[in-house]
């Protein structure tokens, strides 16, 4: 399940709008989220699992529909809200990602999948205290909801609540390598170097 956003200026990447405007927050978001997508599209992770994109405010943004993909509706109050309802939906093990983590590579998902098939629960944690991917494999529904619930959302402290709740309702439970994302302005230099790098790895593949 990837959560994202309706790329509309001035209601994603917030937190960068100050320093670089919306219009360039929102071509961001844009290009992170479509590459995020493009690497669920991978056919080994498409063999593996089947890919839903959740969307918000609603599906019908025509970003949303250039993808082969289910569209699905986020519902909820809050972010914990929303993803609560994405698990609820489902009555198979699952992993839900955002799309702004740069690292969060096909490899990674595949190695989560792989996680998961042992682990009750797995969760990626990011830098800033966040986390850029959750999975659930252990399929008690009142156990998994309390995952969600009470946590401080936009907070340094998410992934640590989030990971108290794993202790007290699963038995077995993994932590995956760390992630990180995009929200400041230090982050797009990040992003911009490794994309760079990455590009010349390409480069030097295919030669």
């Not at 702004?100 to 595949?110: E, G, K, T």
Request: hydrophobic residues 40%; charged residues 20%; glycine residues 6%.
């Amino acid at each position: 399940m990837i959560f994202c956003k309706s790329p509309i200026p001035g209601t994603v990447k917030t937190r960068l709008i100050p320093s670089v405007g919306e219009d360039a927050a929102c071509k961001l978001h844009i290009e992170l989220a479509t590459r995020q997508i493009k690497d669920c599209l991978n056919p080994v992770i498409l063999a593996s699992a089947d890919v839903e994109l959740w969307c918000t405010p609603d599906t019908n943004a025509e970003f949303f529909q250039q993808f082969d993909l289910p569209l699905k509706l986020q519902k909820g109050d809050d972010l914990g809200d929303r993803m609560s309802h994405a698990f609820e939906s489902l009555n198979v093990p699952g992993i839900l990602i955002g799309i702004d983590c740069p690292n969060l590579s096909a490899a990674y998902i595949l190695n989560a999948i792989e996680k998961l098939g042992t682990h009750d629960a797995i969760i990626g944690p990011a830098e800033d205290g966040g986390y850029g991917l959750i999975g659930l494999g252990n399929m008690n529904a009142v156990s998994n909801k309390k995952v969600f619930e009470n946590i401080p959302w936009s907070t340094d402290s998410v992934c640590a609540d989030t990971c108290t709740v794993f202790n007290q309702v699963y038995k077995n439970w993994s932590l995956l390598p760390l992630l990180w994302d995009v929200d400041r302005e230090e982050d797009i230099i990040r992003y911009e170097h490794e994309m760079l790098d990455q590009l010349k790895i390409d480069q030097a593949l295919s030669a």
